[in-house]
């Protein structure tokens, strides 16, 4: 059964705070991964996605991924109120034919003005 | 460019009525992809679609669903005999591919349908 985790959190950081949101899958053949953001009631919009080992970053958002430990992290510096939202980590799969993304059940941040 | 639409927004069926929910995707896009997700829950993924051949239908979960893309572009996901467990949120994406080069494409996510069954 190939699983991703999230803490659901919810996540609250002050505004201007790194938010640092965390995921570990269980496939180690996995090969791409990617951070939707979902705000309540809308679709899931890509922000972020990573293939290699190490760090990559766009913005003010850093995804990061270690593959030996099956982890991948989203840094979010100087966060703002309009971040707050579900925060949802996918996984996809190697395997012939198989590229569905399967996801965590996501991370609820809640940023404090 | 125009995103991912999906009709109808919103649907209410009584329990045992059939239901279909279309999804047009991004002009262009090969890989089209349903997924169901449910309140709370992260989408869980349903069917796959490269072209007008469904690849793979591992995520149906029953023989109630069935999903077409005849021409390779418009999906339809039929759901027949709903019942109150099939309330959830449909979400369609596309991607320009499937995979290539070992990575995987990034998938756009249409506004998804919400269907209520009562």
């Known amino acids: 059964q190939k699983e991703v985790e999230q803490n659901s959190g919810p996540l609250s950081v002050p505004e201007g705070a790194i938010a640092s949101l965390n995921c570990t899958y269980s496939d180690r053949g996995s090969q791409s991964f990617f951070w939707y953001r979902q705000y309540s009631g809308k679709s899931p919009e890509l922000i972020m996605f990573i293939y290699s080992n190490g760090d990559k970053e766009d913005g003010r958002f850093t995804a990061q991924l270690n593959k030996a430990s099956q982890y991948v992290s989203l840094l979010i510096r100087d966060s703002q109120p309009s971040d707050s939202a579900t925060y949802l980590c996918?996984?996809?799969?190697?395997?012939?034919?198989?590229?569905?993304?399967?996801f965590g059940k996501g991370t609820k941040l809640s940023v404090i003005p | 460019g125009a995103g991912v639409s999906q009709s109808p927004r919103y649907k209410v069926a009584k329990r045992g009525q059939d239901v279909a929910l279309r999804c047009d995707p991004i002009?262009?896009?090969?890989?089209l992809f349903w997924y169901q997700q449910a309140l709370g829950q992260g989408p869980e993924f349903l069917t796959y679609?490269?072209?007008?051949?469904?690849?793979?239908k591992s995520g149906l979960p029953s023989d109630r669903f069935f999903a077409e893309r005849p021409e390779g572009s418009v999906s339809t996901l039929k759901i027949q005999r709903t019942q109150q467990e099939d309330s959830a949120v449909y979400l369609c994406?596309?991607?320009?591919?499937?995979?290539?080069?070992?990575?995987?494409?990034?998938?756009?996510f249409g506004p998804g349908t919400r269907l209520t069954v009562l």
């Open positions: 994406a596309s991607s320009l591919l499937g995979s290539g080069g070992g990575i995987h494409y990034e998938q756009f």
């Open positions: 996918a996984v996809a799969y190697s395997g012939a034919g198989s590229y569905q993304l399967t």
């Open positions: 002009s262009g896009h090969v890989s």
């Open positions: 679609f490269q072209n007008e051949a469904q690849l793979d």
